[in-house]
């Protein structure tokens, strides 16, 4: 098949499982790379519901487009060395395997770069290697834990819960795909290619103080930790008169607007928004305030009063019918596609737009070692 895209006649190996890896794997094959995956059929990311064929998960509808799979059994000497030669071709190889996994197996950095040494060789685990909780095991609640995620939500809402969506896999995923375009920009212009170290929790921790280190950003701290908005009592969608939506005035013209839109001249002429800037003290009377206003107007009225005013607004996307919503169809953002096992599903689009080198999905997700004939054959 024909590959296109920016990173057409890259090719990389997919040694992952789970999420974090199979979708850096999916975005650099969305993407124009030649991705293969080396599985197992008992990897973790094919084990739950499907529909028609065991191992079809809709997980792993979802992380595993654009990939050719390839199966072999890593512990047998000969499918291992099989392994080899196609890494030997590759320019990027993403794993999480663990680190002892990988040296029994004779496939961690410095046995692959010995033999590929323009590879570069991006390794995602839980925690930095040099760190004492190396070795331990991490699902995407512990770094949401560790990275202060669930402090955040603890302080906001008043109880420790975790985000309900795997960021820390998905930042990390996002995190190996820009980290290996840069490995191979180097590699273009060195020759030489390296390893990256990809652990989440750091990746998270990273990604989580961007805002939230906030007054400790100085030293000594000048306030507390935590983006004040954020962190407010109340700052949530709120219940229009006829659905949900994100209404956001940030500032004192926008709440005036929003508040005579309204009907509520009183709090439009409240001294708290006419000001020159809002302070943050006030910020959970004012969600309060946005609450009690916007039952007053529909979505789409307030849809039509926030365009006119410039106030951040937008409806609340329902997952049931995400498909439905003009936005995601227009943006083919959710498109029905035909599987050849799995039949009619839904595929979600390419975010990126390029102007020159568009990507593609140009194959679903295969089942378990489909493609290992062809593969291999290549090696021939």
């Not at 928004?273 to 910020?283: L, S």
């Not at 689009?349 to 999905?361: L, N």
Request: charged fraction near 20%.
């Amino acid at each position: 098949m024909t590959t296109t895209g920016p990173l057409d006649g890259v090719r990389v190996i997919d040694l992952s499982t789970v999420v974090m890896g199979p979708y850096a794997a999916q975005i650099l094959g969305d993407l124009g790379a030649d991705v293969i995956k080396i599985e197992s059929p008992a990897d973790t990311v094919r084990v739950g519901e499907y529909r028609t064929t065991p191992g079809m998960t809709a997980l792993n509808l979802n992380v595993n487009r654009n990939k050719r799979s390839v199966a072999l059994n890593l512990k047998d000497d000969a499918e291992r060395e099989q392994a080899l030669k196609l890494i030997d071709t590759a320019d990027v190889l993403i794993t999480n395997m663990r680190p002892g996994a990988l040296a029994r197996l004779g496939l961690n950095y410095a046995d692959v770069a010995e033999r590929n040494p323009r590879l570069v060789y991006a390794h995602a685990q839980g925690f930095r290697s040099d760190s004492d909780r190396a070795g331990h095991a991490a699902y995407d609640e512990t770094v949401q834990a560790s990275s202060g995620l669930v402090d955040v939500a603890n302080r906001a809402l008043g109880e420790p819960v975790y985000l309900p969506t795997i960021i820390g896999d998905k930042v990390s995923s996002l995190t190996i795909a820009y980290s290996v375009l840069a490995a191979l920009v180097h590699r273009d212009k060195a020759g030489e290619g390296q390893q990256i170290e990809i652990p989440m929790t750091d990746t998270l921790i990273a990604f989580n103080l961007v805002e939230h280190l906030a007054g400790h950003t100085y030293e000594p701290a000048e306030g507390p930790t935590g983006f004040a908005l954020s962190m407010t009592k109340g700052h949530a969608a709120v219940r229009t008169k006829d659905g949900l939506a994100c209404v956001i005035p940030y500032n004192p013209q926008n709440f005036r607007d929003f508040f005579a839109a309204a009907g509520r001249p009183d709090l439009a002429a409240d001294p708290r928004v006419n000001g020159d800037a809002i302070n943050r003290a006030d910020n959970e009377w004012l969600s309060e305030q946005i609450a009690v206003c916007a039952p007053a107007l529909t979505t789409e009225e307030w849809a039509e009063v926030c365009a006119k005013h410039s106030i951040p607004m937008a409806p609340v996307l329902e997952l049931d019918k995400a498909h439905e919503d003009a936005y995601v169809r227009d943006g083919h953002l959710l498109d029905t596609v035909e599987h050849p096992s799995e039949g009619t599903i839904r595929t979600v689009g390419i975010p990126v737009k390029f102007s020159a080198t568009p990507g593609s999905i140009r194959r679903l997700a295969p089942l378990a070692g489909q493609d290992t004939a062809e593969v291999l054959a290549e090696l021939v």
